[in-house]
């Protein structure tokens, strides 16, 4: 049927892509690719031959009113992105936003994300998570947006370049405080996959000694510890009090 399909691509593995997924590829009138050369050895790779159009940040205010037209003929649109879920740290959100405004239909196709892959392969809570996209890439605004962060009681996850991994987990320990366990995930279901765990000390000791690793990497944290009194601190406590008493 008609309307904007918002299709998760692989973000490594080629073969992480639904069967709806080729479906609506392989139906689709107009495919928008983040970058058409990315998608076209996509397309090839499933034989699928789609008519390809870029949208991306620098096109989309001039592409978006033509694009709702399209919808308002009954096209049926895909939107990709050059890997992983679309919207996600990519290009998409104000499409989506001026679809549904015109009261056209948005119809999500699931599929991989650096995001949940990184989470759930990191040991860390996954009842509660923040996902906080890409940190500023100067240490004064990252250290800001960090404290901004700083007392959220979840995981927090960020996307993160092989170049700057270690001045940002030294900014992380920093103000969120070196003893935070913590995760590394990078180059997720690709050859060289690797989640490094420890405290976010230690993890920017690692890098900063290792150098910059290779790779597309996505960073974790845990909860800030809680300090929640147990019936068994509170006697503690106490005794502790009547023992120092004068
Ligand atoms: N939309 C994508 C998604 O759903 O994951 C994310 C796009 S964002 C521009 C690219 C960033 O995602 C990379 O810099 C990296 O932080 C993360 N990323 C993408 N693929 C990854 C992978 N295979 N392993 C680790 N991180 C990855």
Do not use: C
Request: net charge neutral; proline share 8%.
């Amino acid at each position: 049927s008609p309307g904007l399909y918002v299709v998760s691509t692989p973000i490594g593995n080629l073969r992480d892509i639904t069967l709806r997924a080729l479906d609506i590829l392989s139906a689709a009138d107009e495919v928008l690719a983040e970058d058409t050369r990315v998608a076209g050895k996509l397309m090839s790779a499933y034989g699928i031959k789609a008519r390809l159009s870029p949208y991306h940040d620098h096109n989309g205010a001039e592409r978006r009113p033509q694009i709702l037209s399209r919808l308002a003929d009954g096209g049926r649109i895909a939107l990709i992105s050059d890997a992983g879920t679309p919207l996600i740290s990519d290009p998409g959100w104000k499409l989506v936003h001026d679809a549904l405004e015109a009261g056209h239909k948005v119809y999500p196709v699931p599929g991989a994300s650096a995001l949940l892959a990184g989470l759930v392969a990191s040991g860390l809570p996954s009842d509660r998570f923040m996902f906080a996209g890409f940190l500023p890439p100067k240490s004064g605004a990252r250290k800001a947006a960090l404290e901004t962060l700083k007392h959220v009681p979840g995981t927090l996850v960020f996307y993160e370049s092989g170049p700057r991994l270690a001045e940002s987990l030294a900014d992380l320990a920093a103000v969120l405080g070196g003893g935070r366990t913590a995760a590394v995930a990078r180059e997720l279901t690709k050859l060289f996959e690797e989640t490094r765990r420890g405290t976010l000390t230690s993890l920017a000791e690692h890098y900063q000694t290792a150098g910059p690793p290779r790779g597309e990497i996505v960073i974790l944290t845990g909860p800030p510890e809680e300090k929640t009194s147990t019936p068994g601190d509170l006697d503690a406590a106490l005794r502790d009090a009547l023992l120092t008493m004068p």
